[in-house]
């Protein structure tokens, strides 16, 4: 089911993403994936959206160009939190790519000494502007199976129990 799922998703952004003017799309996707970076002790979340959905909702305008990586930041940090055991932790802004149609924003949390036991995400990324929203999260820890979380509009919350 979670590779169905995150072909599904990967097939959704590389679809709009032909070209860099992509056709107006009615499916409305985030991809979050959360790995666990062994070498590092930290953990980095890479979010996948569709550029043009992207800078509706940080500017209010889907033709906007370039994203600035602060707004870029800004937005998704007001949208989205991740706690580790009930803890808020912070994250730090690591890139942005654009490429055909398609952005991908990193940050990195602050190096983590022992994995935690749950994570609950929170996530609102473009729900203000589309009901039909879907944010899908992946989580990648070594040796184990990639776990799944699906939030929308009406549960904006969920737990991976590790």
């Known amino acids: 089911m979670n590779r169905y799922l ?3 998703a990967m097939l959704a952004i590389s679809l709009s993403a032909n070209t860099a003017s992509a056709p107006p799309h009615d499916l409305r ?3 979050c994936e959360i790995e666990y970076l062994p070498e590092a002790q930290q953990f980095e979340l890479r979010f996948f959206l569709f550029g043009d ?3 509706l909702g940080i500017y209010g305008d889907p033709l906007h160009d370039p994203i600035a990586p602060e707004d870029a930041a ?3 940090l007001d949208h989205f939190l991740i706690r580790f055991n009930g ?3 912070p994250v730090k802004y690591k890139n942005i790519l654009e490429k055909a149609g398609q952005t991908q924003v990193r940050f990195r949390t602050r190096p983590v000494a022992q994995l935690p036991s749950e994570i609950t995400i929170d996530n609102t990324i ?5 009901p039909s929203q879907v944010n899908m999260h992946f989580l990648l820890l070594p040796g184990q199976s990639r776990k799944s ?4 509009k009406g549960k904006t919350r969920g737990t991976f129990a590790l």
Request: charged share 25%; net charge neutral; no cysteine.
């Open 126 to 130: 473009l729900l203000e502007h589309f």
């Open 6 to 8: 995150l072909l599904l």
């Open 149 to 152: 979380l699906l939030l929308k």
């Open 87 to 89: 803890e808020k932790i």
């Open 53 to 55: 959905d992207f800078r």
């Open 29 to 31: 996707l985030s991809v």
């Open 74 to 76: 800004a937005y998704l």
